[in-house]
């Protein structure tokens, strides 16, 4: 296994991470057995770094790692979990949960704390309840060790989430189509201009980036040489740039973990030929000309005056028909919807038409909006979020009682 180094500490860590929210189950719930053998096996080949939260798994994920971690593994692993922003609603909430994490996890510390999912929403909530204070003191007592937060929002809020607090490290959704969306690659270099280390999520785009490939990109990969898989050209694009500290990946079967920790041990800085690169490039370029709307996510549109996520909205959209992700719509409804924060779905849009003035791709964004929304919006929308505040409140009233 690689390892690379988090500045601010000197930590090494394993250039691949396991994440934690997509262990494999039976009937509903963690296949203890399955998943604490592929996790332990991780371990055993050189993975350090553990990633969950409080709701992987509904929930089970932090007491299932806990438990999973005993019989010496705990010491020779970094965990790491998150601060829920939809749990929170004043100051107290944090220690409530923080502590009911270190119960579940059977730990006195963390070595990796982040503030989860910041978007401007979740961010303003933070500061109202002096989330920073709060992980500044966990930090002076020993309770954790790095301090971080996993990033959803723009590239502006993401520098300024940036500059605002002396983190150690950040985690960013980034792959092969997502260098200009949220963070970016922009986000990416300015994050560890500021000696940040940068852990990438959703390297593969929850695997849809290899499942069911579209002709004209598998032609691209199979011209590629040496030959290897599309997941593993996908990863190096990712390993071969020095701002990028780790990749977490969730593992649900043995061939992902024993592939993925392969493709680890060859992956490297700068070990991409400028012929690999063009071709990775030509790949990305193949899957935007498939795109329903030509959007990049270069956030020129926003803010939109009407509260209206734009490049959210297209990338969700796009998703269902570029990477048969039939889940998205579902995606649409919680992260859009207002189930966590302020609505900002298509629909908000009142066509005022400043959007269409910014966009350098030229696109007719109130017409696709509505596209989109007629698409997206059906009627299970609403009882969806209305069921999503009802379960998110249940558990916090769960997580309070512990």
């Known amino acids: 296994m690689k390892y690379r180094t988090v ?63 005993k019989d010496g593994y705990r010491e020779r692993v970094n965990l790491a979990t998150k601060m829920p922003p939809w749990s929170v609603h004043k100051e107290s909430d944090l220690e409530l949960i923080f502590e009911d994490q270190r ?68 985690q960013i959704q980034y792959n092969i189509l997502d260098d200009m969306n949220q963070a970016g690659t922009e986000g990416l270099k300015y994050a560890a201009s500021k000696e940040i280390a940068v852990f990438v999520m959703e390297p593969l785009r929850g695997g849809n980036l ?22 593993e050209w996908a990863l190096q694009w990712i390993w071969n740039q020095p701002e990028v500290t780790m990749i977490l990946s969730g593992m649900t079967e043995d061939e992902h973990l024993d592939e993925n920790i392969l493709y680890a041990d ?32 270069c956030q020129y549109c926003m803010p939109c005056p009407f509260g209206v996520d734009i490049p959210r909205c297209f990338d969700l959209y796009n998703s269902i028909f570029l990477l048969n992700q039939k889940n998205m719509k579902g995606f649409y409804w919680l992260q859009l919807g207002g189930a966590n924060g302020a609505p900002s779905y298509a629909s908000l849009c009142k066509e005022c038409g400043k ?7 030229g696109i007719a964004i109130p017409e696709e909006l509505r596209i989109v929304r007629d698409y997206m919006e059906t009627p299970l929308m609403k009882p969806a979020i209305a069921g999503s505040k009802l379960i998110l409140g249940i558990q916090k009233k769960f997580a309070r009682r512990k």
């Open 355 to 361: 959007c269409v003035k910014l966009c350098p791709q």
């Open 266 to 297: 060859r992956s490297g800085v700068d070990s991409l030929s400028e012929m690999h690169l063009e071709a990775l490039h030509r790949v990305k370029e193949t899957y935007q000309s498939l795109l329903k709307v030509p959007c990049t996510g």
């Open 7 to 69: 500045l601010r500490s000197g930590e090494k860590v394993s250039v691949l991470g396991y994440g934690g929210m997509r262990f494999p189950v039976k009937a509903g719930i963690i296949d203890e057995e399955k998943a604490k053998a592929q996790l332990r096996s991780a371990i055993d080949r050189g993975v350090n770094y553990i990633d969950t939260a409080y709701f992987y798994h509904g929930g089970q994920s932090e007491s299932f790692i806990g438990r999973a971690l």
């Open 210 to 231: 290899v499942r069911k490939i579209p002709q004209e990109v598998l032609k691209i990969y199979d011209d590629m040489m040496p030959h290897r898989k599309p997941v």
């Open 103 to 170: 119960r579940k996890l059977m730990v006195d510390d963390i070595d990796f704390y982040l503030l989860h999912a910041v978007n401007r929403e979740s961010w303003e909530k933070f500061q109202a309840v002096n989330a920073l204070d709060f992980l500044t003191g966990l930090k002076a007592s020993g309770k954790i060790r790095h301090v971080g937060f996993s990033f959803h929002g723009d590239r502006a809020l993401f520098k300024e989430v940036i500059d605002a607090y002396p983190w150690d490290f950040c």
